[in-house]
DNA sequence: TTTGTAAGTAAATAAACGTTTACTTACTTT
DNA sequence: AAAGTAAGTAAACGTTTATTTACTTACAAA
């Protein structure tokens, strides 16, 4: 039996993260994608059922795991809570602005119902996404750190306002000056915990 | 001569933002669009140039004109601090809780390249976008009243993290308990104030 | 060295795509 | 009432789409 050519396979799927990164999702086609990775259209159908099930794979397996590692890279639930949320945010920072393909379909899992939904069953049947986060920000709250709050919401406090750091990091790598700096991102850091610690 | 059926023009707005919400931007075809819309595909093409075009002024003249007068309105940028940020906070959750269309490509502009391209042009030749809360930004800055950041920094500190409130308000009208009430929101928003304010 | 088999290719498929052509309709102007 | 005209329609245009068919290749096992 022919093995399987391993390079090729990552050849799909860089290519295709590229392409949404540069043309966007909605740019995005098996055709395109074929002579971009150069390989043949049926290449890509071997691993993958359909567009669909390559799209959702795609971001479950080459992103969002890979993302949640990083986050979590040296992060211990039972860090001070300045220190953890820190840690997180420093984190995720260095290894989203090293990956602007995976930052472009992360973001698209956020309008994307195809990926949105696979980000929510992912989170369903994988018990829990960032389930250290989870249990840090749960024995904090039991402690009397922080305030009693579902946890989605303080996700919401968490991470949207780091996204939308690194998207205007991308954006000003564009221009003459950037203003998102490492210590802008501490300091700003430093505002959320402030906000959230009693 | 003829006169424009504005109902028409209406209809295939409106039908292309539900579309959008509910399938994916990319899954919006000009022919089921004019299906949808009770329309022949010409008669989107008697006042947009194409597919982009029309997805742009969309975009720009549907959403993101009538979601900057929705979150001014009666927001006065002399306002004390804590009051014109809670202010803006309830008139965005008011007015996206209710146009969840709007709110889906809303997000789409954060992900799609042609919709963040056309983001950053309007927000260049307009002037400024939300300039109201860029002087009251700036104002408070002077006043010493908050740190001495960016604005685009202030603006991803404030707005992000009620998007995602946002977001989760609409995942959890799905399910039996809804945990982004009015209250939290309320909560929500004294704690980012709290940690943004001297 | 031969053989079996999955990996891989090039070309083709039908369906759907964005857009246009040829035509009709409905209203204003004269 | 007739003429002029842009709005609007139905059907078609060539192209691109996702996916498949028919075939070839490259390797492990025998």
Redesign the interface.
């Known amino acids: 039996m022919r093995p399987k050519n391993l390079e090729k396979e990552q050849a799909i799927r860089t290519v295709a993260l590229d392409i949404i990164a ?5 740019n995005l086609s098996m055709q395109k994608l074929a002579k971009a990775a150069n390989v043949s259209p049926r290449t890509i159908y071997i691993k993958y059922e359909n567009k669909e099930d390559f799209l959702v794979k795609l971001f479950i397996n080459e992103v969002l795991e890979v993302y949640e590692q990083a986050v979590l890279k040296d992060f211990d639930e039972h860090m001070e809570f300045a220190d953890g949320v820190k840690k997180i945010w420093m984190n995720t920072f260095q290894y989203l602005k090293n990956n602007r393909p995976a930052f ?1 379909l992360l ?2 899992s ?5 990926l949105n939904k696979a980000y ?1 069953q992912q989170h369903i049947q994988q018990g829990q996404f960032f389930a250290p986060i989870h249990r840090f920000i749960a024995a904090n709250i039991k402690a009397g750190t922080i ?1 009693n ?2 946890f ?2 303080y ?3 968490i ?3 780091l ?3 690194v ?2 990091y991308f ?1 000003y790598t564009e221009r003459p000056k950037q ?2 700096t490492e210590k ?1 991102l501490q ?2 850091c430093a ?6 610690m009693k």
């Open positions: 540069k043309e966007g999702l909605e472009a973001q698209y956020r309008s994307s119902p195809l929510q305030k709050f579902h989605d919401v996700r919401a406090m991470f949207p306002v996204l939308e750091l998207s205007e954006d203003i998102i802008v300091e700003c505002t959320v915990i402030k906000g959230i």
